[in-house]
């Protein structure tokens, strides 16, 4: 789905950043990181043979200071809670209710954590058993708490930011891994350039230490295992590094920020979704080669790809950065893969990196990450999903 630019359509400001990832807490810690090519911080042991990219330690007191509401979320909706706390912070509205109340928000998010112990007995009982439908039922219906599925509820983050930071302006929920992280960003950016919003959070987090997800993507072959190998690499796609992460944005009208007395820190000039026929060969290389074609090859252009590292998705995105014939940083070889939050968490390096006025530095180990020509301008990000789903944001310097 498309969104080219409307007669009357608005500039849409990044004027708040939360960001929590393995490499840091907040804009600064990333940088650092980011522009002295840091080693990528890796977990090879705890859930061997997978690789995570563990969240760095935060002090959850800081954005959620009732021990009552951090005890009533699970460990993805804290990270979101507390990203999300940042970013207002960063945007100088937090606090504020007369801004919070209407400040629209849109989440990614995926489903609530289950009870991996259950999980794994019930797999452990199938295996020797000769009857699957009828053992399937019996487990489940004695062993899942019924509390679960209100647990598994996607909305709650959103329920737990309302109610932590105030804001309740129009809410909306996106599930479904990439994509929903493509279409969280599409439609709070579409709201506010159309005129329909003046504000809005938007962001998603994804909680990569927990059991039950891991056993989900290793059933279907898509986990990286062994030793760490960077994504789009000598080894195109050698698996997903699940990474924990919390990422939101603050968007905003340029008439809106400015009466406030805010500024931006870079412009996010459109969001593209679309998704290919993926039983058809070609098709995916083609749909992320027209939405950089959307985005625009200009001087100073740079991609920063949320590339999964999942086979099949991977290849073909690489295939597409290829042909283009643009410097490349693959976002995920520096922060893991985190879902429902990549694409914010990549728009939110992308407009990290115009802010400071460079691109993050290259990694020799990905042949596609090559050096940066004169001044950073401007950023395409671009998604695909390991499943389905297909995206793009072009990112630009303010001003």
Same mark, same amino acid.
């Given at each position: 789905?498309?969104?080219?630019?409307?007669?009357?359509?608005?500039?849409?400001?990044?004027?708040?950043?939360?960001?929590?990832?393995?490499?840091?807490?907040?804009?600064?810690?990333?940088?650092?990181?980011?522009?002295?090519?840091?080693?990528?911080?890796?977990?090879?042991?705890?859930?061997?043979?997978?690789?995570?990219?563990?969240?760095?330690?935060?002090?959850?007191?800081?954005?959620?200071?009732?021990?009552?509401?951090?005890?009533?979320?699970?460990?993805?909706?804290?990270?979101?809670?507390?990203?999300?706390?940042?970013?207002?912070?960063?945007?100088?509205?937090?606090?504020?209710?007369? %801004?919070?109340?209407?400040?629209?928000?849109?989440?990614?998010?995926?489903? $609530? *954590?289950?009870?991996?112990? @259950? +999980? =794994? &007995?019930?797999?452990?009982?199938?295996?020797?058993?000769?009857?699957?439908?009828?053992?399937?039922?019996?487990?489940?219906?004695?062993?899942?708490?019924?509390?679960?599925?209100?647990?598994?509820?996607?909305?709650?983050?959103?329920?737990?930011?309302? %109610?932590?930071?105030?804001?309740?302006?129009?809410?909306?929920?996106?599930? $479904? *891994?990439?994509?929903?992280? @493509? +279409? =969280? &960003?599409?439609?709070?950016?579409?709201?506010?350039?159309?005129?329909?919003?003046?504000?809005?959070?938007?962001?998603?987090?994804?909680?990569?230490?927990?059991?039950?997800?891991?056993?989900?993507?290793?059933?279907?072959?898509?986990?990286?295992?062994?030793?760490?190998?960077?994504?789009?690499?000598?080894?195109?796609?050698?698996?997903?590094?699940?990474?924990?992460?919390?990422?939101?944005?603050?968007?905003?009208?340029?008439?809106?920020?400015?009466?406030?007395?805010?500024?931006?820190?870079?412009?996010?000039?459109?969001?593209?979704?679309?998704?290919?026929?993926?039983?058809?060969?070609?098709?995916?290389?083609?749909?992320?080669?027209?939405?950089?074609?959307?985005?625009?090859?200009?001087?100073?252009?740079?991609?920063?790809?949320?590339?999964?590292?999942?086979?099949?998705?991977?290849?073909?995105?690489?295939?597409?950065?290829?042909?283009?014939?643009?410097?490349?940083?693959?976002?995920?070889?520096?922060?893991?893969?985190?879902?429902?939050?990549?694409?914010?968490?990549?728009?939110?390096?992308?407009?990290?990196?115009?802010?400071?006025?460079?691109?993050?530095?290259?990694?020799?180990?990905?042949?596609?990450?090559?050096?940066?020509?004169?001044?950073?301008?401007?950023?395409?990000?671009?998604?695909?999903?390991?499943?389905?789903?297909?995206?793009?944001?072009?990112?630009?310097?303010?001003?």
């Amino acid at each position: 789905m498309h969104d080219d630019r409307k007669p009357g359509q608005r500039d849409v400001w990044i004027t708040g950043i939360g960001l929590v990832t393995s490499l840091g807490e907040g804009l600064d810690a990333h940088w650092t990181a980011l522009a002295e090519g840091a080693t990528p911080v890796v977990d090879t042991e705890s859930f061997k043979p997978y690789i995570v990219h563990p969240l760095v330690k935060l002090n959850y007191d800081q954005q959620i200071p009732k021990k009552g509401d951090q005890r009533q979320m699970e460990a993805w909706q804290r990270i979101g809670t507390y990203a999300a706390g940042l970013a207002l912070d960063s945007a100088g509205i937090a606090k504020n209710p007369e %801004i919070l109340g209407r400040t629209d928000m849109v989440v990614a998010a995926g489903g $609530g *954590e289950r009870d991996f112990q @259950v +999980d =794994a &007995a019930i797999l452990n009982d199938l295996l020797a058993s000769n009857d699957w439908g009828r053992s399937l039922n019996e487990r489940l219906l004695s062993d899942l708490r019924p509390t679960l599925s209100l647990a598994q509820l996607s909305n709650l983050l959103a329920g737990n930011i309302s %109610i932590v930071h105030g804001v309740t302006g129009s809410s909306r929920t996106f599930m $479904g *891994e990439e994509s929903a992280g @493509v +279409d =969280a &960003a599409r439609v709070a950016y579409s709201r506010i350039a159309a005129g329909q919003s003046e504000i809005g959070l938007v962001g998603g987090a994804y909680n990569a230490e927990r059991e039950d997800m891991l056993l989900l993507y290793a059933l279907n072959d898509l986990c990286m295992t062994g030793d760490y190998r960077p994504v789009l690499g000598a080894e195109t796609a050698p698996g997903i590094p699940s990474g924990s992460m919390g990422a939101f944005l603050v968007l905003e009208s340029p008439e809106h920020a400015t009466a406030r007395g805010a500024k931006p820190i870079a412009k996010l000039s459109g969001v593209w979704s679309e998704r290919a026929r993926r039983t058809e060969a070609g098709t995916v290389a083609a749909k992320v080669g027209e939405l950089i074609a959307d985005a625009g090859k200009t001087p100073g252009t740079v991609v920063y790809s949320a590339a999964t590292g999942a086979p099949g998705a991977t290849e073909a995105e690489g295939e597409a950065l290829k042909a283009a014939g643009l410097p490349v940083r693959v976002a995920t070889n520096r922060i893991g893969h985190g879902f429902e939050a990549q694409f914010s968490a990549v728009i939110a390096l992308a407009a990290l990196s115009l802010s400071r006025g460079t691109a993050i530095a290259p990694l020799a180990a990905s042949p596609l990450e090559t050096a940066q020509d004169g001044a950073l301008e401007r950023v395409i990000v671009t998604s695909v999903g390991h499943w389905r789903g297909e995206g793009a944001a072009l990112v630009e310097k303010a001003g």
